[in-house]
């Protein structure tokens, strides 16, 4: 299923201008101009100037009068087009499939990649955060049709459309949202014709009769019932290999033997270089100019075009090859220096050699996301819950680690869950207790190891738990707490459980 992102930058002229001379500051008014004859008119107003009521169009003289100290810089069309194509080979990161808007926008196509981030809730907020926190104001939208995307981020409050939905999203946004002609605007509105919902209604010979085929297929476009392209940037230092087909293909036993002869060509390419790939992108182009999108990422530098290959098997199975595939491309997009090394000698086994797990990595990645292979790190402190964090999982020892006379559970629940427990005494560890709808009796108790919060980290409480390691008449062992006195109220907690 097609999924487009539409990424909308309103003050995209003006934010260039601040991140690439660093002023005026954000609060003072900024604009740009343009000569029209022998009048400068405002082709862009940061959001401080449209606050005190400057706006595109309005005379420089005039703007001057309503703001002193304004800020004039002239227009840089090529710069601001040069710039959002560097954007654009910035948001790969993000998908394989990015190409500029122009003049305020870029198209994501991220079917396909969107789990590596978490969803698509996550993956644009995380480029939304991106974008703005360089200073550019953005605004966002996710449908399956790149038209209705673009309507909802200009005109309506971006976010996500579901699929199948760009109709209702759509029908109530002004006829400005379909990217048509100030002149097709305007006529629309002498007819009454103000949102698209009333231009679907009307019957469409006479329509396209009045306004134009233009206006027929952006609204087509926007509802969906027009297939609309995505050609994806390269950039010009990236290593490509690609395949054109006299006959389309669409066997899955086709496409790996594709896929498996194109890595083996780029990683040639990659050894004349010296580098070694991070992340690599497939690109499908269908017969109907459909396309589709693959991306792999590995945890260190490599070229073995084997190993790559086998990366893009089980994703390989979800491409829709719909009528054919007639053009397969595969981008190494993320690429760092390799240099061989000799590890082994001829009959000398290298025994202090570490085990190599970077192609593990790379295969549970690609299967399950980057987000879910971590390994966990030590961290000092006292509170369970914080010593230990997620770092890469050929990331290098830190040096530190866990206190070896303290016993810990292998598996620690977040967050701890309550249970019912039974003691002899008030301040004496339980003889019974109830988890999860289940009674367990305990045989042996050991404890307690008193815990308090790290108050010097910050204005958090100051907290007591007393753990107990408890051992069941079955065999099983847990990690339990109260976190108060009993005579203060205290609970007890289920916090974990030993192998």
Not at 113 to 124: M, R, S
Not at 416 to 427: F, G, K, N, R, Y
Not at 438 to 454: H, L, M, N, Q
Request: overall charge neutral.
């Amino acid at each position: 299923m097609r999924r487009v992102v539409s990424l909308f930058l309103p003050t995209w002229p003006t934010d260039r201008i601040r991140r690439k001379f660093g002023n005026p500051p954000r609060e003072k008014p900024l604009v740009t101009v343009i000569k029209q004859g022998s009048r400068r008119l405002i082709a862009s107003a940061c959001p401080a100037a449209q606050k005190v009521g400057l706006i595109e169009g309005m005379a420089v003289a005039k703007a001057q009068a309503m703001v002193p100290d304004l800020h004039i810089i002239d227009a840089d069309p090529e710069g601001e087009h040069a710039s959002l194509r560097q954007l654009a080979e910035w948001a790969i990161r993000f998908s394989p499939v990015v190409a500029p808007d122009f003049p305020d926008g870029l198209w994501i196509d991220i079917a396909g990649v969107e789990h590596l981030f978490g969803g698509e809730e996550a993956l644009l907020k995380k480029l939304i955060d991106r974008v703005e926190n360089n200073g550019i104001h953005a605004q966002a939208a996710i449908a399956d049709v790149p038209g209705a995307a673009w309507a909802v981020a200009r005109f309506g409050k971006g976010g996500i459309i579901p699929p199948g939905r760009a109709v209702d999203a759509v029908s109530t946004l002004p006829v400005q949202a379909l990217r048509l002609s100030h002149e097709t605007v305007s006529a629309m509105h002498r007819l009454g014709v103000e949102r698209v919902g009333q231009l679907a209604a009307l019957p469409r010979a006479p329509m396209v009769r009045r306004f134009g085929r233009e206006a027929s297929l952006r609204l087509d476009q926007a509802l969906g019932h027009a297939f609309e392209p995505i050609t994806p940037i390269i950039p010009g230092e990236a290593v490509i290999a690609s395949r054109a087909f006299a006959e389309p293909i669409g066997r899955l036993e086709d496409l790996q033997l594709v896929v498996r002869r194109l890595s083996e060509e780029l990683c040639q390419a990659l050894e004349q270089r010296g580098e070694g790939v991070r992340r690599l992108d497939l690109i499908f182009r269908r017969v109907d100019q459909k396309g589709a999108s693959l991306r792999v990422g590995t945890a260190k530098a490599s070229r073995d075009h084997v190993h790559l290959a086998k990366l893009f098997d089980e994703k390989l199975e979800t491409v829709d090859p719909g009528f054919g595939i007639e053009e397969i491309v595969l981008i190494a997009n993320r690429t760092e220096p390799l240099f061989e090394k000799q590890t082994v000698a001829r009959e000398i086994e290298a025994e202090d050699e570490a085990v190599d797990l970077s192609q593990l990595v790379d295969r549970l990645t690609a299967r399950i996301g980057e987000d879910r292979v971590y390994r966990l790190a030590p961290v000092q402190s006292l509170v369970p819950e914080r010593m230990t964090r997620r770092v890469s999982p050929l990331a290098p020892p830190a040096g530190s680690t866990w206190p070896e006379n303290l016993e810990r559970p292998t598996r620690l629940l977040d967050p701890p869950e309550s249970i019912m427990t039974t003691a002899l005494l008030p301040d004496h560890p339980p003889v019974s207790f109830i988890w999860r709808r289940v009674r367990y009796k305990v045989a042996k108790a050991d404890g307690p190891e008193r815990i308090t919060s790290e108050w010097w980290l910050g204005a958090e409480p100051k907290r007591i738990r007393d753990y107990y390691r408890l051992e069941t008449i079955e065999g099983s062992r847990f990690w339990i707490f109260r976190d108060a006195p009993m005579t203060e109220g205290g609970r007890w907690w289920m916090h974990g459980f030993f192998a």
